[in-house]
């Protein structure tokens, strides 16, 4: 059975990378309509400040001749004023020339705001085809890295497909039932590794006897919270304490304890077979007070020692540090 649970290992990671090709057929289709939907913005923009434009300068040039026409009615205005012989024709010709003022103004003050709104329109285009330009670059540009992924993720689901139904030809047909009933229930996640009595899918905990029977490699089975076919990891080492953290932790080594620390930080009496293998403190940096110490502790050495060191009372045993 241990063989048959690590052939659906094996299968499971084939269908780990076909659920990873499938999705990229679904992102990539997805990522490149939200591109799409962005370009067709930047276009619609563009092109709304190009067809007011057009239309900007259709304007002008409407009111361009309509001021033209004006010109000459003016003229003719003119011309007719100094012919008219009478009261009532003059009138007529006064009447006329207020109309063509009136109109030429408002004539005057629609080309002022046409000739402003193309200045506008103009100075807004440039960019907006700027952005149109980079816009069509990024979107053809993602369009062929798209086209690419899924050409490539279509063949990678198609091949582990074959490889998936090769392999399950080569396993008992009741037990790769197991496998594809599983993956079909569960999109292709058939397998649930389990480690420390939990499952890994579900996190659920695994009754102690399920989690020791599962151990044993003995048959197949399934979670019984998500139902997908359960395989045993065994759980990781427990870390490895550093060497450091190590020797923080053991015990300190029965060594015998200094009785102590004199005023000046010198180590107190003890004698030299019981005095622990390490470097005294640096000296106090008095001179004055250097050897107070050495000469207290040479006080309370024990009297074998004491007697020998007694005879050169200047020089104790070790020099003191520097
Ligand atoms: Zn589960």
Not at 77 to 87: G, V, Y
Not at 135 to 146: D, G, N, P, Y
Not at 198 to 226: D, F, V, W
Not at 262 to 276: D, K, L, Q, S, Y
Request: charge should be positive.
């Amino acid at each position: 059975m241990q063989e048959v649970i690590a052939k659906f290992i094996e299968l499971q990671k084939l269908e780990d990378e076909i659920i990873a090709a499938e999705r990229i057929l679904e992102e990539g289709p997805r990522q490149l309509a939200e591109s799409q939907e962005k370009l067709d913005g930047v276009r619609a923009a563009h092109d709304d400040i190009a067809s007011r434009l057009a239309e900007a300068r259709a304007g002008l040039k409407v009111l361009e001749e309509e001021l033209a026409k004006l010109k000459d009615l003016k003229e003719g205005n003119r011309l007719r004023a100094t012919k008219a012989n009478d009261e009532r024709s003059y009138k007529a010709v006064l009447s006329e020339q207020d109309t063509i003022k009136k109109l030429t103004g408002e004539n005057e003050e629609g080309t002022l705001t046409a000739m402003e709104e193309i200045d506008r329109l103009q100075e807004a285009l440039p960019p907006a085809a700027k952005l149109l330009k980079e816009s069509e670059a990024a979107h053809a540009k993602l369009s062929r890295t798209v086209r690419a992924q899924v050409t490539e993720a279509e063949a990678a689901v198609s091949s582990r497909r074959g490889v998936i139904d090769g392999m399950l030809a080569t396993i008992d047909p009741a037990a790769a039932e197991h496998f594809v009933n599983s993956a079909k229930a569960h999109n292709g996640k058939a397998m649930a590794p389990v480690t420390e009595s939990t499952c890994l899918a579900c996190r659920m905990r695994i009754p102690p006897q399920l989690y020791n029977e599962l151990q044993g490699h003995t048959k197949i089975m399934l979670c019984p919270s998500c139902a997908r076919i359960m395989h045993f990891v065994p759980p990781p080492p427990k870390e490895e304490p550093s060497a450091k953290s190590a020797a923080a932790k053991r015990p300190k080594k029965a060594a015998p304890k200094p009785a102590g620390r004199t005023a000046e930080g010198w180590p107190a009496a003890v004698p030299c077979h019981a005095r622990p293998q390490r470097r005294l403190p640096p000296a106090p940096p008095s001179p004055a007070n250097a050897l107070r110490p050495w000469r207290e502790s040479l006080s309370l050495r024990p009297w074998h020692l004491s007697g020998r060191l007694r005879s050169r009372p200047s020089r104790p045993q070790t020099p003191p540090p520097p």
